[in-house]
């Protein structure tokens, strides 16, 4: 294909997975309400897998290929993505992001950056233990993040500063009318949401692949597909349903959604790497990869303690701008000079 027709495709893929992204953010806060189930959860769980699930399928496709390195840098690159993705939805809403998000965020934030650092020493350690050619550090991953997930299910919702617990879900608000007699608000149906999450996951899953693709082949025509700027340009391609989606839970107002998703996404990524070191047959994938590879998970790291720090410090606006959100973004520059400077 020409340089053309991949570009062709990059929008029109570009453009169905925001489409998605909009309706996975809308019908994921409804199931929230619906289920009786916090934001929170629910976006570090169900909407941050299916918006990571363009980028396991290119990594596993990566891995398949033999290309380790690649796979895994992606899973690093998109952590930090996420960060920085964080940091403009934060700029680009007039409110402010921090201070109206639930208290469980440093949890999510605490799992994701330990599973992180977890991962960079599987990196930088000998091969060990393994179970046929998979890693005991990546099933240690897996099991870490389906520990977590069932903490964060049972964790207590607040918010900082106040010590107050938040109302749960009802499935029903005013609009749907009062409830009969003052008792008990009738329970609306939860199958239709569901479908309607299921359908859009299902689309991400089928046009995200493509979107990759194509980024993949407008790097290699426009002669990026061996730089740093190449491998750049589809990690961030990859991080787009994120983006998408966390946009339109902030227009929502469904914020908890919104950070839930980015923090999830990076915990979810990290046991991700179960799934690339199973297609990954040479043997465990983490030390199979080169040593710089750990500066990109440093770096997802760093942003993510600096995210979590600016939700606990909560609003430090100057002149209508937030500097932690800016930090974050030259924070987020430095480290991909510093992923640059370290490639092999």
């Given at each position: 294909m020409s340089l053309t027709h991949w570009i062709l495709?990059?929008?029109?893929s570009a453009v169905v997975v925001a489409g998605a992204g909009v309706e996975v953010a809308r019908s994921g806060d409804e199931l929230a309400e619906r289920?009786?189930?916090s934001r929170l959860f629910v976006g570090m769980l169900l909407v941050a897998l299916v918006t990571s699930l363009p980028e396991v399928v290119t990594d596993v496709s990566a891995a398949v290929g033999d290309a380790p390195d690649?796979?895994?840098?992606d899973l690093f690159g998109s952590s930090m993505a996420n960060m920085a993705i964080l940091a403009v939805i934060d700029l680009l809403h007039r409110q402010r992001v921090w201070p109206n998000v639930e208290i469980g965020h440093a949890r999510v934030a605490s799992v994701a950056i330990a599973l992180t650092a977890l991962a960079a020493l599987g990196v930088l350690t000998p091969p060990g233990i393994s179970v046929g050619w998979v890693g005991i550090d990546t099933l240690f991953l897996v099991a870490a993040y389906v520990a977590a997930v069932a903490w964060m299910r049972r964790s207590p919702v607040s918010r900082f500063g106040r010590g107050e617990l938040l109302p749960q879900p009802t499935g029903w608000s005013e609009a749907d009318g009062a409830p009969p007699d003052g008792g008990p608000a009738p329970a609306r149906p939860l199958r239709p949401v569901a479908v309607r999450f299921a359908l859009a996951a299902l689309v991400?899953?089928?046009?995200?692949?493509l979107l990759?693709?194509?980024a993949e082949g407008i790097s290699d025509e426009s002669g990026l597909g061996l730089?740093?700027?190449g491998t750049l340009f589809v990690a961030v391609t990859t991080s787009l349903p994120e983006l998408v989606s966390s946009i339109a839970a902030l227009r929502i107002g469904s914020y908890d959604l919104a950070v839930g998703n980015l923090f999830g996404s990076n915990a979810f990524n990290m046991a991700a790497l179960l799934v690339v070191d199973l297609a990954y047959t040479d043997g465990p994938l983490l030390p199979a990869v080169h040593p710089s590879q750990s500066v990109a998970a440093i770096g997802a790291v760093?942003?993510?303690?600096?995210?979590l720090a600016a939700i606990v410090h909560g609003e430090t606006r100057v002149h209508?701008?937030?500097p932690d959100a800016v930090l974050l973004l030259v924070v987020y520059a430095g480290c991909l000079y510093a992923v640059w400077t370290a490639q092999p």
């Open positions: 495709l990059f929008a029109a289920a009786g189930l690649l796979a895994v840098g991400i899953l089928a046009a995200g692949p990759a693709r194509s730089t740093f700027m760093l942003l993510m303690a600096l995210a209508r701008l937030e």
